[in-house]
């Protein structure tokens, strides 16, 4: 599987702060780009998700910015919340894959009050 | 919707002996599942893709004789190590395969099942 690198490993914010997740893809069959949120204990939940057509994709205080040409997306968590303290995974799949997804190595967000 | 379940949430065992790890989806049919590993502060590694009525497909390193996975109908995958060493002690993590509300195919994660071999 070719290799999904995220940063930052950690990230420290404070609370009402924008948190910012980056992530570079190598393979270009990928279609369909989704981010988790995984807490200490539990299996991972998509929290959004983007497709290579659009360049960005909001969902309340979670945004998606893609850079096809770039071949990189991050996500941006506006207004953030003690709440969202947990590990961030982008990931990468295709559909002629089988929708395997190839994770990031993922980010340990913790939110300051 | 869209859950999935595993059981058991966690165990513990004694080397040498074989553990098996349920993965379900409850409200929805799934034809593929999928199985990953966890080491801690790790990122999410694939281990199999696991087909209904079909053997499963091994992602290299995975050695298949002694993670053995079946998926015997649309609602339910096992996972079972066998003759477990501590070595072996991971989360493991099963998804499956379903439409999301938007109509695209999405894997759909379970709780994850923390396996600790003494």
């Known amino acids: 599987q070719q290799q999904v690198k995220q940063s930052p490993q950690s990230l420290i914010v404070q609370k009402g702060g924008i948190s910012i997740i980056n992530c570079a893809y190598e393979?270009?069959?990928?279609?369909?780009f989704p981010w988790y949120q995984q807490f200490p204990g539990k299996g991972p939940a998509l929290l959004i998700a983007?497709?290579?057509?659009?360049s960005e994709k909001k969902e309340g205080r979670f945004t998606i910015s893609f850079n096809k040409s770039a071949k990189q997306f991050s996500l941006h968590i506006m207004d953030s919340q003690p709440g969202d303290s947990a590990t961030y995974f982008c990931a990468g799949s295709f559909t002629g894959g089988g929708n395997k997804l190839t994770f990031g190595t993922g980010t340990q967000l913790k939110v300051e009050l | 919707g869209a859950v999935v379940s595993q059981h058991p949430s966690w165990v513990i065992c004694k080397s040498g002996t074989s553990v098996k790890i349920e993965c379900r989806s409850l409200d929805f049919q799934a034809t593929t599942m999928f199985w990953y590993r966890q080491f801690p502060k790790q990122s999410l590694m694939l281990m199999a893709t696991?087909?209904?009525?079909?053997?499963?497909?091994?992602e290299q390193g995975v050695e298949k004789d002694k993670f053995l996975i079946n998926h015997a109908s649309l609602t339910l995958s096992t996972l079972t190590v066998t003759s477990a060493h501590p070595e072996d002690s991971s989360f493991y993590i099963c998804s499956a395969r379903g439409i999301s509300g938007l109509g695209y195919n999405e894997q759909f994660f379970g709780p994850g099942t923390r396996l600790t071999v003494l």
């Open positions: 983007i497709r290579p057509d659009v």
């Open positions: 696991s087909n209904e009525g079909s053997k499963a497909t091994y």
């Open positions: 393979n270009t069959a990928f279609d369909y």
